[in-house]
C-alpha cells in the first residue's frame, strides 16, 4: 500500500512539472530562468538543443545576452552544425534588434542595448547573405542617427569599426546626418561643430561621394579653425594609418576625388597639417594616378619650407626607383636646402631601393646632370649606399663652386658658412674611399 502510495506522489510530481528535472522548454521557462540560480545552464542547454524549435533556442541566446553572457553564445556558435546555426541567427536577429533598438534617434544607449548591438556584429560573421543585410539594415539604423557621435564611442565594436564594415550605404545616411547638424537653425553666431566621430565615419565608409562631401568640409568656414584639420586627419585615419581601429580603407573612393585632394595640398594658405595629410592621401591612391600630381607638387612654390621634401618623397614612395630621375630633376635648383632634411627625404630613400645596380646607374646619370641639386642628391645617395666604385666620379665634382644655400638649416650656432658642392664632394668621396665619415 504504502509503495503504490509513493508511485502516485511521484507520479503527480512529474505530470505538475515541478521537477528541475523535467521543466518544459516554453518562451515562459526560457523568461523564469533568467531569474534563477540554475537558469543560466537551462538557458544554455536551450540554446544548444538542436531538437528544439530554432525560436526557442534564439529566445534563450538573446536570454543569455541580456544576462551579460554574450560569451557563451558567440562560443556556441562557433561550434553549432552549420544548418543550425543558419536557424538560429534567423530567429535571433530580430530579437537582438529588439533589445538594441533606442526609441529615438537622439538618445544615447544603455548597456544591455550597446550588448544587443554588439551581438549583432558577432552575427554577422556566420550569417548569410540575406541574414547578413538584415543585421546591416538593423546597424545602419542604429548608428546613422544624429546621436551617432556618442554611439559610436560605446561597446566592443565602435562605430568607426562598424561603417567600416556597413560600407557606402552607411556614409550616405551620415552625409544625412551632418548636413542636419549644418542646417540646423539657431547658428547665427555660433555654427555647431562637426564632431571627429561623424568626420571619420564619413571617411572610413569607403563612399566617393562621402569623401568629396569631406573635402568640401575641410574648406568650410564654420567659425571652426580646427574643422579643415581635423577632417583632413579623418581621411589620414582611414586611408593611411588607422591605428589599429579598423582595416585600412581601400584607395579606389580617392581616385574620382583627386584634383580636389591636389588642390587641398597645393594651397599654401592652409595650415601644413593639411597640407601634409593631402599629400600622403595623393600618394595612398597609388601608381599610376599618384605619380603626376606629385611630381607636379615637387615643382609648385609654396610658403612651407618642407613642402618640396613632402612632395618628392611621397612621389618616390609613389613611383618607385623608376621615378628617381624624374623626381630628383623636378627638384627646383633655386631656393635653400637644409642637408638633414634632403638626406631624410631624399636620398636616403632612393639609397634603400632596389634594384640596386639600376638605382645606381640613374644616380650616375644624375651626377651629370646640369641642376646643382640633382648632382647633390646623387653623391649623397651614392654616398648612403656604400658604393665605393663611384668615388672617383664624385670626386671629380670637386672643383664645382655652386653653394649649397641652407646646408646647416637654422641649428647653425656656429654660423658656418655653406659648404659648395665641390666641397661636400671632395667630403663624400673621401668617406667612400677611407669608410670614415668627414
Not at 334 to 346: D, F, T
Request: charged share 25%.
Amino acid at each position: 500500500m504504502l509503495a503504490r502510495a509513493l508511485t502516485i506522489a511521484v507520479a503527480l510530481l512529474l505530470g505538475s512539472g515541478t521537477l528541475a528535472g523535467c521543466e518544459k522548454t516554453d518562451h515562459d521557462n526560457i523568461d523564469k530562468w533568467t531569474r534563477t540560480q540554475k537558469g543560466p545552464g537551462k538557458l544554455k542547454k536551450a540554446m544548444l538543443d538542436e531538437d528544439l524549435d530554432a525560436d526557442l533556442s534564439a529566445h534563450a541566446a538573446a536570454n543569455l545576452v541580456k544576462m551579460q553572457k554574450d560569451a557563451e553564445v558567440r562560443a556556441a556558435l562557433e561550434t553549432m552544425s552549420p544548418g543550425r546555426r543558419t536557424q538560429l541567427i534567423s530567429a535571433l536577429a530580430p530579437r537582438l534588434w529588439n533589445i538594441a533598438r533606442i526609441e529615438s534617434e537622439n538618445n544615447l544607449p544603455n548597456a544591455m542595448q550597446i550588448m544587443a548591438k554588439d551581438a549583432l556584429i558577432s552575427l554577422r560573421k556566420w550569417a548569410d547573405d540575406a541574414q547578413r543585410a538584415q543585421i546591416d539594415n538593423y546597424l545602419v539604423d542604429w548608428y546613422a542617427v544624429s546621436s551617432y557621435e556618442g554611439r559610436a564611442q560605446g561597446g566592443a565594436t565602435l562605430g568607426p569599426a562598424v561603417v567600416r564594415m556597413l560600407g557606402p550605404r552607411a556614409g550616405k545616411k551620415l552625409m544625412a546626418v551632418v548636413n542636419s547638424v549644418i542646417a540646423a537653425p539657431g547658428q547665427d553666431k555660433v555654427k555647431n561643430r562637426i564632431g571627429d566621430e561623424l568626420l571619420l565615419g564619413l571617411a572610413v565608409s569607403g563612399d566617393p561621394e562621402a569623401i568629396k562631401y569631406l573635402l568640401d568640409i575641410a574648406r568650410m568656414d564654420r567659425g571652426d579653425p580646427s574643422l579643415g584639420k581635423r577632417t583632413m586627419s579623418a581621411l589620414y585615419k582611414a586611408y593611411i594609418d588607422p591605428g589599429g581601429l579598423f582595416d585600412i580603407v581601400g584607395p579606389e573612393p580617392l581616385v574620382p576625388n583627386l584634383d580636389a585632394i591636389v588642390s587641398i595640398a597645393k594651397d599654401d594658405s592652409i595650415p601644413g597639417q593639411m597640407t601634409n595629410d593631402a599629400v600622403a592621401l595623393i600618394r595612398a591612391v597609388g601608381p599610376p594616378h599618384c605619380l603626376a600630381p606629385l611630381l607636379a607638387m615637387v615643382r609648385v612654390p609654396h610658403r612651407e619650407a618642407r613642402f618640396k621634401y613632402v612632395a618628392a618623397y611621397n612621389a618616390l614612395m609613389c613611383g618607385g626607383a623608376k621615378a628617381i630621375a624624374d623626381v630628383v630633376r623636378g627638384l627646383p635648383d633655386a631656393g635653400a636646402y637644409v642637408r638633414e632634411e634632403l638626406q631624410g627625404s631624399i636620398s636616403n630613400e632612393i639609397a634603400k631601393m632596389n634594384p640596386r645596380e639600376g638605382v645606381q646607374a640613374t644616380l650616375r646619370e644624375l651626377l651629370k646632370d646640369q641642376s646643382t641639386i640633382a648632382k647633390w642628391v646623387a653623391m649623397e645617395a651614392l654616398a648612403t649606399m656604400k658604393s665605393t666604385e663611384d668615388a672617383p666620379k664624385i670626386a671629380a665634382l670637386a672643383g664645382n663652386k655652386e653653394r649649397l644655400v641652407g646646408y646647416w638649416g637654422e641649428r647653425n650656432a656656429e654660423n658656418k658658412p655653406d659648404p659648395t658642392l665641390g666641397q661636400r664632394a671632395k667630403e663624400l668621396a673621401a668617406e667612400l674611399s677611407t669608410g670614415q665619415p668627414k
